[in-house]
């Protein structure tokens, strides 16, 4: 007798993303969380039972749930229960932005730090450039504040700032951090690369178990909502409280989605010297483990998150090979543009190239140590001359100990060559590329940070054509507004700005909506070494799903946006999202139960 099903969805498009299984998908039938059958009514239809849960879909799509490869999940709830957000996607100018900013310096008590996250003078055109005197002057000198710029890579501090973090004419910067200082040898308060990475991934010391616990809690539901079923934080630094939370999260039978941490080893950004070579022991400050986490029971390790259970666990080791576009670190085989945009943005002084944050034997020595432990190695590589290093490390460290199936992870690829892809394409890495600046950035790199350059930002047609394996990310909160995966999927295939849909930039790296949803479906849990039970809609994986307003392959590339995530079900349990859009938007079809 077949196996009775708990749920059945059918009367809609299916959309299964295995490329074995396309034809006459007209029900999906789900058994204990595991997907039991795929194929026509009458054959998904026999494992009914009096029990069975028939869903019916209104003509609605079902297809697998998405898998981000690159958000820094708990930092996005951080911002929210932290700082005060003044973000292009908040404020529309300078004038905004300090009336905001003085509202809440105001309602502080002394001694409480003033937290604002998202400056970005890149897109409030009126932003001042900014530095200690200036903070002091328009806002407060008896507070200390602290601006976190947009993408995470430099913040700028008060003068009050400078001395609560000990910051003094004799402080020098830690490897892969920056001090900036005056000619005069004085502190400017702007800080670059591993001291704000450090301040603000550390988090907030004020924040108790409950806080963290119910800021997380928000922010997974968010993911839900917008398609999301498991998600990739690239960028843990462990604290008792974050991991006492995210345990606490995980396990609830109600957590919506399964979120994986590549934690950074604490010894790479505690401000000491990188270069202490591999005997020193990381794990005892980060664990990490690039196997998926079994199904049954905990992990025995104590330290850190480890293998915690089936939604929570750490995946891997990020280490940061160059900076941001966004303040002149990523770097680059060019110069930057020298523009009146780039020294508002305080870049160093033309002709700047950026700077790598490591030396080449310190990089290949780390990644030695872990390549050797088994982890599987996560890489931010922005610029053409971080792409080499990170490349060379890599060919250096797999020629010496063999190939393997690490997977190894090179993240963002803003100016990465074609020739460095058919490298990476030659070493089986895994690739996850930041297409989505050009949405909001597009037109600012043209005009005023990498000119014609910009043309092959993120060249996804030609990883296409080398046969990677690549996913596509949005690295939020180190970008303007909120997850959303079509938005990214809509940058990949038309590569315009979200305000001018007639000037493509580098159309001949646009991608197809089939590639697209690759990237946040089957290459994404390739990515994660989880492509046997996440990914595609598979007899035997997990019901990891989600319900469509729209079928994608139907929609024009420009309105991808318009779809809405219905429902999502993580192992095929419902996050009752339906029920919340019926009450918001009665224009929105729902799921319906009963076969009709």
Same mark, same amino acid.
């Given at each position: 007798m077949a *196996? *009775?099903?708990?749920?059945?969805?059918?009367?809609?498009?299916?959309?299964?993303?295995?490329?074995?299984?396309?034809?006459?998908?007209?029900?999906?039938?789900v058994a204990s969380g595991i997907i039991l059958a795929v194929g026509t009514l009458d054959e998904v239809f026999t494992h009914a039972g009096s029990n069975t849960q028939v869903i019916y879909l209104n003509q609605q799509t079902l297809m697998p749930g998405f898998i981000e490869c690159h958000q820094h999940a708990w930092a996005c709830a951080l911002v929210k229960s932290s700082y005060t957000?003044?973000?292009?996607?908040?404020?529309?100018?300078?004038? =905004?932005?300090?009336?905001?900013? *003085?509202?809440?310096?105001?309602?502080?008590?002394?001694?409480?730090?003033?937290?604002?996250?998202?400056?970005?003078?890149?897109?409030?055109?009126?932003?001042?450039?900014?530095?200690?005197?200036?903070?002091?002057?328009?806002?407060?000198?008896?507070?200390?504040?602290?601006?976190?710029?947009q993408n995470i890579h430099v913040a700028w501090v008060n003068s009050l700032g400078l001395k609560k973090l000990g910051i003094d004419e004799n402080t020098e910067g830690p490897d892969g951090g920056t001090i900036v200082k005056d000619k005069y040898g004085k502190p400017t308060g702007q800080l670059l690369e591993s001291i704000p990475i450090q301040l603000f991934f550390s988090g907030n010391p004020d924040q108790g178990l409950n806080e963290v616990y119910e800021s997380c809690k928000a922010q997974w539901r968010y993911y839900a909502s917008v398609g999301l079923t498991t998600v990739t934080d690239?960028?843990?630094?462990?604290?008792?409280?974050?991991?006492?939370?995210?345990?606490?999260?995980?396990?609830?039978?109600?957590?919506?989605?399964?979120v994986d941490f590549i934690s950074v080893p604490l010894a790479l950004y505690n401000l000491e010297h990188v270069k202490q070579g591999p005997d020193r022991e990381y794990d005892a400050d980060s664990p990490a483990s690039q196997n998926a986490p079994t199904e049954g029971g905990k992990s025995r390790r104590m330290d850190g998150i480890g293998n915690y259970n089936g939604r929570l666990w750490e995946a891997g080791i990020k280490l940061m090979a160059d900076g941001s576009p966004h303040c002149g670190t990523m770097a680059i085989r060019e110069p930057y543009m020298y523009t009146p945009l780039?020294?508002?943005?305080?870049?160093p002084t033309a002709p700047g190239y950026g700077k790598l944050n490591?030396?080449?034997?310190?990089?290949?020595?780390?990644?030695?140590?872990?390549?050797?432990?088994?982890?599987?190695?996560?890489?931010?590589a922005?610029?053409?001359?971080?792409?080499?290093?990170?490349? *060379?490390?890599?060919?250096?460290?797999?020629?010496?100990?063999?190939?393997?199936?690490?997977?190894?992870?090179? =993240?963002?690829?803003?100016?990465v060559t074609k020739e460095q892809l058919a490298r990476a394409s030659k070493l089986k890495l895994a690739l996850s590329f930041f297409v989505d600046h050009l949405r909001f950035y597009g037109l600012v790199y043209k005009t005023d940070i990498f000119g014609d350059r910009v043309n092959r930002w993120t060249p996804l047609s030609e990883a296409t054509k080398l046969g990677l394996r690549w996913t596509i990310h949005q690295d939020h909160p180190a970008f303007p507004g909120k997850a959303n995966p079509f938005s990214n999927m809509k940058t990949a295939i038309t590569r315009c700005t979200k305000d001018d849909p007639d000037t493509p930039y580098g159309p001949e790296y646009r991608?197809?909506?089939?590639?697209?949803?690759k990237a946040y479906t089957i290459n994404g849990a390739w990515q994660l070494h989880r492509e046997k039970d996440l990914g595609s809609i598979t007899i035997g994986k997990k019901a990891d799903l989600i319900v469509l307003s729209k079928n994608p392959y139907n929609v024009d590339p420009f309105d991808l946006e318009s779809i809405s995530v219905v429902?999502?079900?993580?192992?095929?349990?419902?996050?009752?999202?339906?029920?919340?859009?019926?009450?918001?938007?009665?224009?929105?079809?729902?799921?319906?139960?009963?076969?009709t």
């Open positions: *196996k *009775k099903a708990d749920i059945i969805f059918y009367g809609g498009d299916i959309i299964t993303m295995d490329e074995a299984c396309t034809d006459n998908i007209e029900a999906v039938a957000v003044i973000s292009a996607t908040e404020c529309r100018n300078y004038a =905004e932005i300090s009336r905001t900013m *003085k509202k809440t310096i105001d309602g502080l008590d002394p001694g409480s730090w003033a937290r604002f996250f998202g400056w970005d003078a890149e897109l409030i055109s009126d932003a001042p450039a900014l530095n200690a005197d200036f903070l002091d002057a328009n806002f407060s000198s008896t507070i200390p504040i602290l601006v976190m710029g690239l960028a843990y630094i462990a604290t008792d409280i974050k991991d006492k939370a995210l345990k606490k999260l995980a396990d609830n039978e109600d957590c919506p989605v399964r780039t020294e508002t943005l305080c870049f490591m030396e080449n034997d310190a990089l290949i020595e780390t990644v030695k140590h872990f390549h050797g432990k088994g982890k599987q190695i996560a890489i931010h922005h610029g053409e001359r971080a792409c080499e290093q990170v490349l *060379k490390t890599y060919e250096t460290v797999l020629r010496e100990f063999g190939e393997n199936d690490s997977r190894h992870r090179m =993240e963002h690829l803003g100016l991608v197809s909506i089939d590639e697209a949803l429902e999502s079900f993580l192992e095929g349990r419902s996050n009752n999202f339906a029920i919340i859009k019926r009450v918001q938007d009665s224009n929105i079809a729902v799921l319906q139960s009963g076969r």
